[in-house]
């Protein structure tokens, strides 16, 4: 489904993303894991249109999508969730689902004056929406709760779920688990296995918790200083001499030296 090819991201001097190549196939829940500063999410930030890359190219479905804006890639069925969750504090739970979805009529002054009652029902509809996405994220006990007093947990819940407000083809989650209690956890990795599952959706995720990972994703990739260290399954993973030693913080800098 996704293609990155060659991507170099720089900040100055520094190679954040340094010559990465990777594809993601349609229907799995991929995982890219690495230590802090590899690059991971400067990665997400290029394909999902934050940061234009230095060079290389992306591809959804085969389409090259290299540079396009979030609105155009959102517009794609491509979404991005965010490290540090991004509600409005000041909405309900509820509300902060129903404003996603780009092409509202509610919001077209001419539609508000000339056809209320179109308003009215697309208010309904995403209302019945908003609160189907809520009961599978068994968030309804909290829909009139302002999302600003909802638990580090539950803003996650909800940042998932603004994505499920508009069937996305492909979800790239940053640190959705981040932060999150134990039980709660569990719960979100849940959600997007019946999600991959029963309705199809495509994930790649960033996470450091690597039972979390081993439970819902494979294949894994492995970033490490900007480039690509390995991939494989969880298992593979795990037992990757580079991997550890890159996790270890010496891996790298010792094989540069022995190669020098
Ligand atoms: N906007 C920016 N300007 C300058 N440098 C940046 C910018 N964003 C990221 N970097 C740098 O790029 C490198 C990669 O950062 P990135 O956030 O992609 O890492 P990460 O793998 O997501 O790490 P973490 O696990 O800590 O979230 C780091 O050295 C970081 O300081
Ligand atoms: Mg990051």
């Known amino acids: 489904m996704i293609v990155v090819e060659n991507i170099e991201k720089h900040f100055g001097g520094l190679r954040a993303v340094n ?64 490290q540090v969750a991004h509600e409005f504090s000041t909405l309900t739970v509820r509300e902060n689902l129903m404003v996603v979805p780009p092409d509202r009529p509610g919001e077209k002054l001419m ?13 309904a509809k995403l209302r019945d929406k908003a609160d189907e996405v809520l009961e599978f994220l068994k968030l309804t006990h909290v829909a009139d709760e302002l999302a600003g007093n909802l638990s580090g947990g539950q803003k996650k819940l909800l940042e998932l779920g603004r994505t499920m407000m508009v069937d996305p083809k492909i979800v790239f989650l940053d640190e959705v688990g981040a932060g999150v209690n134990r039980t ?16 199809g959706y495509t994930f790649c995720m960033i996470e450091h918790d ?12 492995v970033m490490a200083e900007g480039a690509v260290l390995a991939s494989g399954t969880p298992e593979e993973i795990k037992s990757n001499n580079d991997v550890i030693e890159a996790y270890l913080g010496t891996g790298l800098k010792n094989k540069k030296k022995e190669n020098a």
């Open 210 to 221: 690597m039972e979390f990972i081993s439970r819902l994703c494979n294949p894994v990739i």
């Open 184 to 199: 709660l956890l569990y719960e979100i990795g849940d959600a997007i296995l019946r999600l991959n599952k029963e309705r």
């Open 19 to 82: 010559n990465v190549s990777i594809s993601i196939e349609a229907g799995s829940i991929t995982g890219l894991i690495g230590p802090n500063g590899a690059g991971k999410s400067t990665l997400f930030n290029v394909i999902a249109g934050l940061h234009k890359p230095t060079s290389g190219k992306v591809y959804l479905d085969g389409v090259d999508i290299t540079g396009l804006e979030p609105h155009e890639l959102f517009a794609k069925g491509l979404l991005r969730t965010f």
């Open 111 to 123: 539609n508000v004056w000339f056809r209320p009652g179109a308003v009215k029902q697309a208010d």
